[in-house]
Structure formats: C-alpha cells, structure tokens
C-alpha cells in the first residue's frame, strides 16, 4: 500500500482509509465480531487510517474500532469527531444541533479517548461548523487537548475556507474531511485551494456517491428505511436514470485500463492531488480488495481531461441530501 503525507503535517497514512460509518450507524444491523475481522483484514491489506466518530452508533462505532484496532495500537491512525449536542439519554445526534463548545470539546474528547482505548487522539475533526461558536474557540480547545497529549492532530469537516483559515491561525489544521466525489466537485472553487495554499490535506467522505458511482445502483435498487440513500434525493428512480451518463462513463475509461468504474473513481480523486485520502466505507472484503486496487489504477493527464470534458456536458440530477 502505497502511503501519502497530509498536507504539510508529519501524518502519513495510507493512500485510501476506510470510512467506518455504516459497520454500526445509519443502516441493517452488522456482526460485531464479522466487523472486527474485517477490520483486520484492512490492517492486513495495508489500510492505516481508519475514520469514526463518537454519533456513529452513538459511540457503539468507536467502541467497535477502539476494540478491533487494539492490537494495532501504534500502527494505525484514527480519527473521530466532536460537535454535536447531547440528548440525556440517546447521546449526540445530528438532529439535535450542533455544540462545538470548548468544554463541550474536552469531554468529548475524554469519552472517545476512552472507547478508542488510545492514549491519544490522532486526528480529531469538528463534524460540522457550529453558528453559536466561533471557530477561533473550537481550535483553541483542540489546541489545549494538543498541548496536553490528549489530542496529536486538528481537522475539520465541511467547513468553508474562511472558517479553515480562522481556525488555521489558532491551531494549524492538518485535516479537512469534505464529501468530494467526480460527480460532487463544489469544494473546487475556494476550499481546495485554500487547502493547497494552507498546507492542508483533505480527506473526502462518499468518494463513491454513497455507492452509485460503483455501477452496481440501478432503477429497480431499493433501500431500508435506516439507509440514509432511502430518502436521497440523487438515490430517487428518476435521479438513478438520469445520471446514468456518469457511470457510462466511469465504465469507458474502465474498459480501457482493465478496472472498474469504482477504481477509477477511486483513483481521479487520487489524481487530484497528492495530499488527498479518499475513504470510501466498506464492510465487505471484496469490496476492500477493489477499492484497494484503484491505488495502482494510473490516469494520465490525457484521461483526466477527457474525464473533466466528459463531466462538464452531464448535468447531474439531485442535490447530495
């Protein structure tokens, strides 16, 4: 497995992670110990950077990689997230709001230190900006947790790139989480280069399009009430039809280099820039194994264009949620 640095940090992860997410949150219930062996096998196939959070579940989903992960400890990079409000009973939730309060930050972070079962947090994003808080706050926690070891690196997550900045001059950011996919490009604009500019690598979530861009999603695909493709508006019959020109494509280029349209969705992303980690979500080991194999899938500058020509005469149907 080939590695990547990100940004100017001195983190270096392997060149795809693996979105956790969906081994215990937002979708059919999963085998724990099916998921730790699985998480194994990503070890096993070089995969180092592995990405939770403390409302995955809530918390059932870092437990699952604090557990699974243990006796990797040293050898993997993990990342969670803190920035939700609380519900007394159930825990965080996004419906609840956001709360990226300083003291809200440290308990957070004292919590998933502990279901993690790490001495410290390698990566820690704030999930979503919060409007009640100014992001100079929130970066100067991360700071303090930085400063007494508990927390190793700050990132951020769909934050726009005056809110990267602020946050930069307080605490350097050394990740931004952001969905960015061939077919959802709208960080491009400002965000990406800040981030270049910044020194800032960026890790995009749905690398994939939640699955479409695999190939395997057509009309007659159905989904359980739990997934959150179920009420997506690109994931409606008429959405699936209509951006099926996206998936010709990816199968044309794929023909050509003997991949699949996943590979090579997989590998423009890495073609972008060489501070970028993609981490698609998987729970299957075929799965793993694909995706995987997008990493050694070369696109010339030949083939980035023709794929940039392609994209900009298919309007893409849906917004992303």
Known sequence: MQTRRLGK??????????????????????????????????????????????????????????????????????????????????????????????????????????????????????????????????????????????????????????????????????????????????IETDILPTCEELGIGLVPYSPLGRGYLTGKVDETTTYDPTDIRSHNPRFTPEAIKANRAVIELLDKIASQKGATPAQIALAWLLAQKPWIVPIPGSRKIERLDENIGSVDVKLTPDDLSKIDNAM??????GDRY
Request: glycine residues 8%; contains cysteine.
């Open 312 to 317: 900009s005469q298919i309007k893409v149907i």
């Open 9 to 186: 940090s001195d983190l270096v992860v392997s060149a795809l992670g693996l979105g956790c997410m969906r081994m215990s949150f937002g979708d059919k219930p999963t085998d724990k110990q099916e998921m730790i062996t699985f998480l194994h096998k990503a070890v096993d196939q070089g995969i180092t950077f592995f990405d939770t959070a403390e409302v995955y579940g809530p918390y059932t989903n870092e437990e699952l990689v604090g557990e699974a992960l243990q006796p990797f400890r040293g050898k993997v990079i993990i990342a969670t997230k803190f920035g939700w409000k609380h519900d007394p009973v159930k825990g965080p939730h996004p419906s609840m709001g956001p709360d990226s309060r300083p003291e809200q930050i440290k308990q957070v972070a004292e919590a998933s230190l502990k279901r993690l079962r790490v001495e410290a947090i390698d990566l820690f994003y704030q999930h979503r900006p919060d409007p009640n808080v100014p992001v100079e706050d929130v970066a100067g926690a991360v700071k303090d947790l930085i400063q007494a070891g508990k927390v190793k690196h700050f990132g951020l997550s769909e934050s726009n790139a005056n809110q990267i900045r602020r946050a930069h001059a307080v605490q350097p950011v050394t990740a931004l989480q952001s969905e960015y996919s061939i077919w959802w490009r709208a």
